[in-house]
């Protein structure tokens, strides 16, 4: 089926949506995203969304074409158009087309470049691989230090995706310096008895909306928090490991280069943070 894609104030079928040769988000990856997930029709989280996007803007100067406001109808309208019961919304805006290559910014009379698309992914929530886990690999972090801007600078982690499944696994994880920073396209946990342990928030790592929401519920559900690095020998001596993004929700990890972690199983604890998360997102989905 042909989607209805957003492009610049309009709705149209995907394969008339067309943008410049000299847009800066295809020559230069100046653009940022974001991607929403969609259950029973409605917005997972959207104001979180809202604010990272603003935050990663503002960071590389470029204007916030909408209100939240403006955003939110955006969507709705998209979800609506394609009939979307579960799946996600991608939101990208690019500092648009100066109508030439240069490293510099474009004045600001240049408008930004802003798309938006529907996936359809019928009982996204449900997803068996919840039941046995991600297997994962580690590999170096060699990507750009500013990984809390959320850019479309996306090739190291699909290398990262592609050498995962090289080696039979879900994903890799990335480690710096001797300890993981998160993985491709969600963030890294590891649980020891009732404590939840993941890397503190800087630039090192994407400040990943589900973390955030994850983080609140395990402290209102009496977990403990401790925001740290971890090495791939603590996270393989873990009793449970998982990853968080806003497309996999809680995703329990029970493989890392290898070796099994806990029981080799999906533990309790992060079964039971992946029933609050969506539990309480769906209450509260716009
Ligand atoms: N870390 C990285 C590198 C990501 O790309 C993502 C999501 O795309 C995340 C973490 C998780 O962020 P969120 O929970 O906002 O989806």
């Given at each position: 089926?042909?989607?209805?894609?957003?492009?610049?104030?309009?709705?149209?079928?995907?394969?008339?949506?067309?943008?410049?040769?000299?847009?800066?988000?295809?020559l230069?990856a100046?653009?940022?995203?974001e991607?929403?997930?969609?259950?029973?029709?409605?917005?997972?989280?959207?104001?979180?969304?809202?604010?990272r996007?603003?935050?990663?803007?503002?960071?590389?100067?470029?204007?916030?074409?909408?209100s939240?406001?403006?955003?939110?109808?955006?969507?709705?309208?998209?979800?609506?158009?394609?009939?979307?019961t579960?799946?996600?919304v991608?939101?990208?805006?690019?500092?648009?087309?100066?109508?030439?290559?240069?490293?510099?910014?474009?004045?600001?009379?240049?408008?930004?470049t802003?798309?938006?698309?529907?996936?359809?992914k019928?009982?996204?929530a449900?997803?068996?691989?919840?039941?046995?886990?991600?297997?994962?690999i580690?590999?170096?972090?060699?990507?750009?230090?500013?990984?809390d801007?959320?850019?479309?600078?996306l090739?190291?982690?699909?290398?990262?995706?592609m050498?995962?499944?090289?080696?039979?696994?879900?994903d890799?994880?990335?480690?710096?310096?001797?300890?993981?920073?998160?993985?491709?396209?969600?963030?890294?946990?590891?649980?020891?008895?009732n404590?939840?342990?993941?890397?503190?928030?800087?630039?090192?790592?994407?400040?990943?909306?589900?973390?955030?929401?994850?983080l609140?519920?395990?402290?209102?559900?009496?977990?403990?928090?401790?925001?740290?690095?971890?090495?791939?020998?603590?996270?393989?001596?873990?009793?449970?490991?998982?990853?968080?993004?806003?497309?996999?929700?809680?995703?329990?990890?029970?493989?890392?280069?290898?070796?099994?972690?806990?029981?080799?199983?999906?533990?309790?604890i992060?079964?039971?943070?992946?029933?609050?998360?969506?539990?309480?997102?769906?209450?509260?989905?716009?």
């Amino acid at each position: 089926m042909t989607r209805t894609v957003y492009l610049n104030g309009d709705y149209l079928p995907e394969t008339e949506a067309k943008i410049s040769i000299f847009d800066r988000g295809f020559l230069m990856a100046d653009g940022v995203y974001e991607v929403t997930s969609v259950l029973d029709g409605k917005l997972i989280d959207f104001g979180g969304h809202c604010v990272r996007l603003a935050r990663s803007l503002s960071e590389l100067e470029m204007q916030n074409p909408h209100s939240d406001a403006e955003w939110l109808a955006i969507h709705r309208e998209l979800v609506a158009k394609n009939a979307i019961t579960d799946g996600m919304v991608y939101l990208q805006v690019t500092r648009g087309n100066p109508g030439d290559r240069d490293f510099a910014y474009p004045s600001e009379d240049v408008t930004p470049t802003v798309v938006l698309f529907t996936q359809n992914k019928p009982g996204l929530a449900d997803n068996p691989v919840a039941k046995v886990g991600f297997k994962v690999i580690s590999i170096p972090d060699i990507r750009w230090g500013r990984r809390d801007i959320k850019t479309v600078q996306l090739l190291y982690p699909s290398m990262g995706k592609m050498a995962a499944k090289k080696a039979g696994v879900d994903d890799s994880w990335f480690v710096e310096e001797g300890v993981v920073t998160e993985g491709t396209s969600n963030n890294a946990y590891i649980v020891k008895g009732n404590k939840i342990i993941t890397r503190a928030l800087s630039s090192d790592i994407l400040h990943g909306i589900t973390r955030a929401a994850v983080l609140r519920f395990a402290v209102e559900a009496q977990m403990e928090v401790e925001e740290r690095a971890f090495s791939i020998a603590e996270a393989q001596a873990a009793d449970e490991a998982f990853i968080t993004s806003a497309s996999a929700f809680v995703m329990p990890v029970v493989e890392i280069d290898g070796a099994s972690v806990g029981t080799g199983k999906p533990g309790h604890i992060v079964a039971r943070l992946r029933e609050i998360y969506l539990d309480e997102m769906r209450k509260a989905a716009v």
